[in-house]
C-alpha cells in the first residue's frame, strides 16, 4: 500500500518535471514568478529535480523510504514561492500563495508516504527463495536436517555443531569477526518442514522456515526457504552482508543453487572463473578461464 | 602449458598457462591431441558474446587422452581416448534426465551472471564466456573436463582423431539442425550458410531422408564443398533467394529451413546490412538476423524453422507476424551433444559419413592466431582448420 502510494508520488514527479522542461513558462507563469530574470532557467532546473525523484521513486525497490527526497525539494520549493509571495503584489502574489498552498499540500503527503516507509523498513527483514532438486522428497529432507551438512552449501557458515535434538551451535566466519550463536529447531514435520529460530540472548537474531514439496507430477522436490533477520539481527545482517559484499536474498538463492548441486551431483561445482563455485560477489570479479596454478 | 588465449577483442595470443587441476571428483585432465576452431568462436573473439574476459582460454570441440581421473570417475581410466562435448551436463537433474544436456542446471556455476541477460541460465561450455561458466576451453595442451564420467565418448578402435573430432560439436550441431526439421520422405531442405555446420547439416538431412537440400551462401569455394553432399546451392550475391527458392520448390517454399549463420550474418543489399551493422557496433542490437528473417519468410506454411546458428542477446525487426500466421515452428538450441555422441559414432564406424570432409586446413596449436585470421577472412579457402598441441 504505501509502495503503491509513493509509486503515485514518482509519476506525479514525472508528469510535473516534464511539464517543467517542456514548458517552463506556463508553470513560472501559474506561479506568478515570470517576471524573475532566469525564472525560465529554474524551472527547468527544477524539472530536471523531478525527474530524479521519479527515477528513485518509480524504479527503487522499496520507494517509500526515497520519498524523503521529494520533502527535500517540497521544502525548498516552500522556501522560493515565499519569497515570490511576499515580493509580489496583486494577481501575481495570489498566484504565488496559491502555488505555496498546493505545494504545503503536496509536501504533507510526502512526508506521511516517506515517514511510513521508514517505519517499514525497521521491521525485521525477510528473504525468499526456493529451487527444484531432483531427488526424492525423503532423501532432500533428511540431508538438511543433518544441521551439520549445512555449511557444504551455506558458504558464510564455517561449522554447525548438534547439541541436541534441537539445539545446535552455529559458527560463521566473517573476514574481520567471527560470529557465533545457538538455534533452536522450533517445528518440524519429518520430510515436510523444518523451522528454527536463534536461541533469544546468544547475540544474533534470526528465524528459517524450509518447506519440503513434492514436485509437480511427482518430479524432484520443491525447497522453500524463509529467513528473517529481527530488528538486532538485521543490522547485524546487513553489516554481514556488507562484510561479504551481498544481498542477504541473494546469500539465500546462491545457498540453494549450491544445495541443489550437492544433491544432484555430489559436491559444488566449480570452474576456473569461479573456483568457489556459484557465488555472487565473485561473479562480478571472475578469475579469468584459464587454469589455477600452485597445484598442491 | 601452451594455450590459446584471448587477450582482447580479435587478439589472440600463445601463452603459457598452468597446468589444469582436478577441481572436483567428477573431474578428468585431458592432454589434448586434436582441437579445432569453431565457426563461434569468432563471435567470442569479436567480443559479440558477452562477459569474455582478457586471459580466458577459448575453444571448446577437441579430443584427446586422459592422463588424470579424479575419485568420482570410475568409466573412464588414465590411457583412454575420449572426444568431449563441448557442453558441460551433470547427467542428474531433470535437464539431463530430459536429455536436454546444453540447459544442465548444475554446469554452470555463474548461471546468476546469465540469468540477468536471459531470463533462466544454460548449461556451463568450456572456452565460451564467464556467463556460460568461466571454464578454460580445449585450445590448449591440457583441459580439465568436469562431469567426466558423463559428457567424453571413448573411442576404442583405430579410428583416426580427424574422423572422430567434430563429435564434440559440430557434426552432432548439424545434425541437431536437421532431427529439429522432422524431416520426412519427399522433402525439401533449405541451409542458410555452408561453412561446416551448414555442411553437416546437409549431409544429416539426406541421412535422415530428406529428397532435395538447397544451401546458401556467398562464397564459391563453400558452396562448392556442400555441393559434394548431393546438396544444390544458392548464390546470395547473385540470386533473390526468397524468388529462387519459391521457383524452386513449386512456389510452396522449402518444408523446413536451417539457420546455420547465427548472429553475424550478411546481407548483399548495403543498406539493409548497414542498418543492423550500426545497431551491432552501438551495442543497440547484439545480433545482424538478416538469415533468420529470411528462412523464416521463405519456410513454406506450416513448416519448421530450426535455428542452429548462435545467438546472443536481443534481435530487432523479427517477423513474429508471418511466423504466428503461417503457422511455423521454430525450433533452436545449442546442441545437446551428449544425445547424439554414441549413435553419431555408430554411423562413422558404419561408414555412412566421414566427418573429416570437412578440414581445408591443419596447423601447429602454436599457431592457432593464424588460424583464426585465415578462418575469420575466409582466406585460402579456409573452411575447417584443425589444431595439434
Redesign the interface.
Known amino acids: 500500500m504505501t509502495d503503491r502510494f509513493a509509486r503515485a508520488l514518482g509519476w506525479a514527479s514525472l508528469a510535473l518535471g516534464a511539464a517543467q522542461l517542456t514548458a517552463p513558462r506556463v508553470v513560472t507563469r501559474l506561479c506568478g514568478v515570470d517576471d524573475a530574470p532566469g525564472a525560465t532557467a529554474f524551472a527547468r532546473l527544477v524539472g530536471g529535480r523531478e525527474l530524479l525523484h521519479a527515477a528513485l521513486l518509480l524504479g527503487a525497490k522499496n520507494p517509500a523510504s526515497w520519498a524523503w527526497t521529494r520533502v527535500v525539494g517540497d521544502t525548498m520549493d516552500l522556501g522560493v514561492l515565499g519569497r515570490a509571495a511576499a515580493n509580489r503584489t496583486g494577481a501575481r502574489r495570489a498566484r504565488a500563495l496559491a502555488a505555496l498552498g498546493a505545494v504545503a499540500g503536496i509536501a504533507a503527503l510526502d512526508t506521511a508516504c516517506a515517514r511510513r516507509g521508514t517505519a517499514n523498513a525497521k521491521g525485521p527483514l525477510q528473504v525468499r527463495a526456493s529451487i527444484?532438486v531432483?531427488k526424492p522428497r525423503e532423501e532432500v529432507y533428511r540431508f538438511w536436517r543433518e544441521l551439520e551438512n549445512l555449511p557444504t552449501f551455506m558458504v558464510h557458515l564455517d561449522s554447525v555443531r548438534t547439541l541436541d535434538e534441537r539445539r545446535s551451535r552455529w559458527k560463521a566466519k566473517g573476514p574481520i569477526i567471527d560470529l557465533e550463536w545457538e538455534a533452536e529447531i522450533i517445528d518440524e514435520r519429518a520430510g515436510e518442514l523444518i523451522a528454527w529460530r536463534s536461541v533469544p540472548g546468544t547475540g544474533v537474531s534470526n528465524a528459517g522456515l524450509v518447506g519440503f514439496t513434492t514436485g509437480p507430477g511427482g518430479?524432484?522436490t520443491v525447497v522453500d526457504v524463509s529467513m528473517e533477520y529481527g530488528a538486532p539481527g538485521r543490522k547485524l545482517a546487513a553489516a554481514v552482508a556488507r562484510m561479504f559484499g551481498e544481498h542477504p536474498e541473494?546469500q539465500v538463492?546462491?545457498d540453494l543453487?549450491r544445495f541443489?548441486?550437492v544433491m544432484?551431483?555430489?559436491?559444488v561445482?566449480?570452474?576456473?572463473?569461479?573456483?568457489e563455485?556459484?557465488r555472487?560477489l565473485r561473479?562480478l570479479r571472475?578469475?579469468?578461464?584459464?587454469?589455477?596454478?600452485?597445484?598442491? | 602449458?601452451k594455450?590459446n588465449?584471448w587477450t582482447g577483442r580479435n587478439r589472440l595470443e600463445i601463452q603459457d598457462?598452468?597446468?589444469?587441476?582436478i577441481?572436483?571428483?567428477?573431474d578428468a585432465i585431458v592432454r589434448v591431441t586434436s582441437t579445432a576452431i569453431c565457426g563461434s568462436d569468432l563471435h567470442l573473439v569479436d567480443g559479440y558474446i558477452p562477459?569474455v574476459?582478457?586471459?580466458?582460454?577459448l575453444g571448446h570441440e577437441f579430443m584427446g587422452e586422459v592422463v588424470e581421473v579424479g575419485p568420482?570417475v570410475r568409466n573412464l581410466h588414465v590411457g583412454d581416448r575420449v572426444v568431449v562435448p563441448f557442453p558441460i551436463a551433470?547427467g542428474?537433474?531433470?535437464a539431463c534426465?530430459a536429455e536436454l544436456y546444453s540447459v544442465c542446471?548444475?554446469?554452470?556455476?555463474?548461471?546468476?551472471?546469465a540469468e540477468k541477460l536471459m531470463g533462466h541460465a544454460p548449461a556451463?561450455i568450456f572456452?565460451y564466456s564467464?556467463m556460460l561458466?568461466?571454464?578454460?576451453?580445449g585450445q590448449a595442451e591440457?583441459v580439465?573436463v568436469?562431469?567426466a564420467d558423463v559428457g567424453p565418448i571413448k573411442i576404442e578402435d583405430d579410428l583416426p582423431d580427424e574422423s572422430v573430432l567434430f563429435l564434440s560439436d559440430i557434426f552432432p550441431t548439424g545434425f541437431m539442425g536437421a532431427e529439429m526439421c522432422d524431416i520426412k520422405p519427399g522433402q525439401t531442405i533449405a541451409i542458410w550458410g555452408a561453412g561446416p555446420v551448414g555442411q553437416f547439416a546437409a549431409a544429416s538431412a539426406f541421412l535422415l531422408g530428406a529428397d532435395r537440400v538447397i544451401v546458401i551462401d556467398r562464397f564459391p569455394y563453400r558452396l562448392r564443398r556442400v555441393q559434394r553432399t548431393g546438396a544444390e546451392v544458392l548464390n546470395y550475391e547473385e540470386v533473390n533467394v526468397l524468388e529462387a527458392l519459391r521457383d524452386m520448390t513449386g512456389g510452396r517454399g522449402p518444408d523446413a529451413c536451417i539457420d546455420a549463420v547465427g548472429m553475424e550474418a550478411h546481407h548483399p543489399t548495403p543498406a539493409m546490412y548497414a542498418y543492423d551493422r550500426t545497431k551491432q557496433a552501438a551495442r543497440m542490437e547484439t545480433e545482424r538476423p538478416y538469415v533468420l528473417r529470411e528462412a523464416i519468410m521463405a519456410c513454406r506454411n506450416g513448416g519448421v524453422v530450426s535455428v542452429i546458428g548462435v545467438y546472443g542477446g536481443f534481435v530487432d525487426k523479427f517477423p513474429m507476424g508471418t511466423v504466428m500466421n503461417r503457422s511455423l515452428t521454430i525450433r533452436t538450441g545449442q546442441c545437446h551433444v551428449q544425445r547424439y555422441t554414441e549413435p553419431l559414432l555408430n554411423r562413422i564406424r558404419a561408414g555412412e559419413i566421414d566427418p573429416s570432409f570437412v578440414i581445408s586446413h591443419r596447423m601447429p596449436l602454436s599457431e592457432a592466431p593464424r588460424g583464426f585470421e585465415l578462418f575469420k577472412h575466409k582466406q585460402d579457402e579456409c573452411n575447417k582448420v584443425v589444431l595439434t598441441p
Not at chain 1, 269 to 275: D, K, L, T
Open positions: 527444484t531432483n518430479r524432484g541473494q538463492r546462491d543453487r541443489k548441486q544432484e551431483t555430489g559436491e561445482v566449480r570452474s576456473e572463473g569461479s573456483p563455485g556459484h555472487a561473479q571472475q578469475r579469468p578461464a584459464q587454469p589455477i596454478g600452485g597445484r598442491a | 602449458m594455450a588465449v598457462v598452468p597446468d589444469p587441476q577441481l572436483n571428483a567428477r562477459t574476459k582478457k586471459g580466458d582460454v568420482g551433470c542428474a537433474c531433470f534426465e542446471e548444475n554446469s554452470n556455476p555463474n548461471a546468476g551472471i556451463g572456452g564467464h561458466g568461466g571454464f578454460p576451453g591440457y580439465r568436469p562431469f
